[in-house]
Nanobody, 124 residues
């Protein structure tokens, strides 16, 4: 059974930073890829970044390149998202996701496991 528990969300002013964490449990074989998605009010869920657990290779949405960094700590079974230079348009609920299947995986339907989400609010 896979469980994903996010933490680290909160409120910050534009230009500030936050680090999100996601503790994952369950078999390592269910953890080929992990990613972050976000959903703003009235918007669809959108891909933010993903990491291949075994080799830490990463892929980012264009709108976060240079500002966000996805990483993982294998010993702690934890995924991170370091968010710098935050903008008001980054305001959203951020979700940690996980899947065992290969592929680029930038669509919500491609992920079997989802956390409950954590709110990030960036004020101008």
């Amino acid at each position: 059974q896979v469980q994903l528990v996010e933490s680290g969300g909160g409120s910050v002013q534009a230009g500030g930073s936050l680090r999100l964490s996601c503790a994952t449990s369950g078999s390592i074989f269910s953890r080929y890829v992990m990613a972050w998605f976000r959903q703003a009010p009235g918007q669809e869920r959108e891909f933010v970044a993903r990491i291949i657990w075994s080799d830490s290779s990463t892929y980012y949405a264009d709108f976060v390149k240079g500002r966000f960094t996805i990483s993982r700590d294998n010993a702690k079974n934890t995924l991170y998202l370091q968010m710098n230079s935050l903008k008001p348009e980054d305001t959203a609920v951020y979700y940690c996701v996980q899947d065992w299947r290969r592929g680029l995986r930038t669509q919500p339907l491609e992920y079997a496991y989802w956390g409950q989400g954590t709110q990030v609010t960036v004020s101008a």
